[in-house]
């Protein structure tokens, strides 16, 4: 009941702002229309008599007798609209009925599908309440006020620290997986998670301080997979691409079916291919088989661009003998024998038969599977 006097007494106050200035009738000027009118007939007299007595010559009192005449047309005229005016009160009433049509549908509307008599709930109340009926942020909110009084809760800092990362919020995840070591002691989990915060605050870049706590979690457990993963990232960050490829291979290989670290490392290992190609002379083994974490199409369509790349090279530049060994081996781990064959073939016209690089790639061939017999024709 209380919620509808309120609203009734604000819905009255707001209407009658707006209402009075609508309703109220133009003050009326007709006592100071008649005032000046009675002004301006007595210039005309006094003008008549300066006339007489020779005060003033005709054209001016002529003059003088015009303007006087128009003011009085004007003065009448203004008459005429104030008249208009009152008579116009009907339309005067359109914009006070529009007025007060907003409150009275609004509160039909708000009787119908409002909840006027759901009582409030206040954020102390709200996170009284059963946390399974809590949003997240009401469970945040929570936790950081019973952290804000109990600052030497390991316990924790250590569940909210996670729910800090998804919400990324990364400095606050980093400090309270900080506050989670410091009370509770250093674990791979917990280390690994402060270095995880860390490199997603500094933007992807793995500086000292998420190094640390990644070697920190390996000392814990050498086989923590999410510390290996942003290692083998900072391999990378270094430029020491190769170390990076061999790590996210031995991730690949070695993590189950299911693991996300696995397919992390097989969308690292196929990143890592394209960047190599981009700068060597051509995709070896170790990029194209970090395709297969690829689906089919995708897979095809960054081998089918490094070995077209490389190809364009060997073209411009048919004397690169490891060039050719590459493009031979792309071809080979393609499953397609007998394009490699056909570069083989390449490789020894342009190099020249009885060269050393050109005996080199055939041997090379061989040692992959391609018989001397096969080779040329």
């Known amino acids: 009941m209380l919620f509808w006097v309120i609203a009734a007494v604000l819905t009255l106050g707001a209407s009658l702002a707006v209402l009075l200035p609508l309703a109220a009738r133009p003050k009326s000027e007709s006592s100071d229309t008649a005032h000046d009118l009675e002004v301006y007939r007595d210039q005309l007299s006094e003008l008549d008599r300066d006339l007489d007595r020779g005060l ?3 054209s001016e009192a002529e003059q003088a007798r015009a303007e006087i005449g128009r003011r009085i047309l004007r003065l009448s005229a203004a008459r005429q609209e104030q008249a208009g005016g009152e008579r116009s009160f009907g339309l005067r009433l359109i914009p006070v009925i529009a007025v007060l049509a907003v409150p009275l549908v609004s509160w039909a509307v708000y009787a119908r599908l409002g909840s006027p008599d759901i009582p409030s709930q206040p954020l102390s109340e709200r996170l009284a309440r059963n946390p399974a009926d809590s949003t997240v942020d009401e469970l945040v909110a929570r936790a950081e006020s019973h952290l804000a009084a109990n600052p030497s809760d390991g316990r924790g800092w250590e569940v909210l620290a996670p729910i800090y990362m998804r919400m990324q919020r990364f400095s606050d995840s980093a400090r309270a997986y900080d506050n989670a070591i410091r009370l509770l002691g250093s674990n791979a989990d917990r280390q690994s998670g402060l270095g995880e915060a860390l490199v997603n605050a500094a933007g992807g870049r793995i500086a000292g301080d998420a190094r640390a706590a990644f070697l920190a979690a390996l000392e814990h457990d050498p086989s923590d997979a999410r510390s290996q993963f942003f290692l083998a990232m900072a391999s990378a960050q270094d430029g020491r691409m190769e170390d990076a490829v061999a790590s996210w291979k031995r991730m690949r290989d070695s993590l189950p079916e299911g693991s996300p670290w696995r397919g992390a490392a097989g969308q690292a290992l196929a990143q890592a291919g394209l960047e190599m190609a981009e700068r060597g002379p051509g995709p070896g083994q170790e990029e194209v088989e970090a395709a297969t974490a690829m689906s ?47 570069v083989l073939a390449r490789a020894v016209e342009a190099l020249g038969a009885d060269t050393e690089q050109a005996k080199a790639v055939i041997a090379f061939a061989a040692s992959n599977g391609l018989k001397m017999t096969e080779q040329v024709q």
């Open 56 to 58: 003033i010559q005709p």
């Open 296 to 342: 089919e199409q995708d897979r095809a369509e960054m081998i089918a661009g490094m070995v077209e790349r490389l190809d364009e090279r060997l073209r411009e530049n048919p004397q690169d003998g490891e060039g050719w060994k590459q493009l031979i081996r792309s071809h080979l781990v393609l499953g397609d024998a007998n394009k490699a064959r056909d």
